[in-house]
């Protein structure tokens, strides 16, 4: 069985512009969450989807959004990008979002900010 | 509102041996999941074990373990016959079931073993 798939693995970006990260969970499964990993702050959540609905979202700017579409897969998009949004950016798909399901994490995009 | 603190920022173990890796929690839930994850250098997260807050036993993968303490809100990993490959950061984490459906991770534990 397939693991989740982000795209791409790294992506190196100037301020201002807008980046699209991709995500494709482990078949059948319908929730996908975003969070981003900095040294400073640790892993943060940003938001998560299930059935193409956004059903949590962490305290980001208005800047990072997301969406879901009908096969589950996720992308996400931070638009006027900014040095400190530089980060590993992490996805996780789980069955159903429960509390007693794990999620399971792909391998991140490392963007970077010039 | 839900925490998770650990404590160790590093530690060092020989091949072979058996280490712990603390973690203590705070939530306002009855109903909750505890999750340890293993991120090598590369970045990946790797699902390492789970423990349901109604789950009477510790759980148990492989080498691994859950020491599940509820009174004291710990859930320590131990990984028993350390590996040199176990070398990596470890992350508790927490999920409520209050619907808020995200993850909420410690700092982590930079975990070493030499031969």
């Known amino acids: 069985k397939a693991g989740v798939t982000q795209t791409p693995r790294y992506l190196i970006k100037t301020r201002g512009q807008q980046v699209t990260l991709s995500c494709s969970p482990i078949s059948g499964h319908r929730s996908v969450s975003w969070y981003q990993q900095t040294p400073g702050q640790g892993l943060q959540f940003l938001f998560e989807?299930?059935?193409?609905?956004?059903?949590n979202k962490g305290n980001f700017p208005g800047r990072f959004s997301g969406r879901q579409f009908s096969n589950s897969r996720s992308e996400m998009n931070v638009s006027t990008l900014e040095l400190g949004d530089s980060a590993l950016y992490l996805c996780?798909?789980?069955?159903?979002?429960?509390?007693?399901?794990?999620?399971?994490f792909g391998d991140g995009t490392r963007l970077s900010i010039l | 509102a839900q925490k998770i603190t650990q404590t160790q920022p590093g530690m060092f173990v020989q091949e072979k041996e058996a280490v712990t890796l603390d973690c203590t929690y705070d939530t306002s839930d009855q109903s909750y999941g505890l999750f340890w994850y293993k991120q090598p250098s590369s970045g990946e997260m790797i699902f390492l074990i789970y423990q349901g807050s109604y789950d009477e036993q510790n759980a148990t993968e492989g080498r691994y373990s859950l020491n599940f303490q509820k009174a004291r809100k710990s859930a320590n990993l131990v990984i028993s016959a350390s590996q040199l490959g176990d070398s990596a950061m470890y992350f508790c984490a927490m999920r409520e079931a209050t619907g808020f459906h995200k993850l909420v991770f410690g700092t982590g534990t930079r975990l070493l073993v030499s031969p």
């Open positions: 996780a798909s789980s069955q159903g979002g429960d509390s007693n399901q794990p999620q399971h």
């Open positions: 989807y299930f059935s193409e609905t956004q059903r």
